[in-house]
């Protein structure tokens, strides 16, 4: 689209009322978001299956509350 065509474009949009702006502020929005929210909801359960298999195969090495919370305040300094 040329620079003519986005000004014209933006001078149509700003002639539009202010619920109509925003509306089509939240499309334009929408349309730059990445993946739809059941694209991230189906890569998390495969995360989560993933490492509930390492859990219980063994692979994963568990922490306690305790030993976390060491590592943590030796990582800043408390």
């Known amino acids: 689209m040329s620079t003519a065509e986005l000004e014209a474009l933006k001078h149509a949009a700003l002639s539009l009322t202010e619920q109509e702006r ?3 502020a939240s499309e334009l ?3 730059l978001d990445g993946p739809a929210e059941g694209d991230v909801a189906d ?6 299956c993933r490492r509930i ?12 509350l305790d030993e ?3 590592r943590a ?4 300094g408390a």
Do not use: F, P, Y
């Open 22 to 24: 925003a509306k089509l």
């Open 29 to 31: 929005m929408a349309s």
């Open 43 to 48: 890569a998390w359960d495969i995360e989560i």
């Open 53 to 64: 298999n390492e859990i219980e195969s063994g692979k994963a090495t568990l922490l306690d």
């Open 68 to 70: 976390v919370l060491a």
């Open 73 to 76: 305040r030796s990582r800043i």
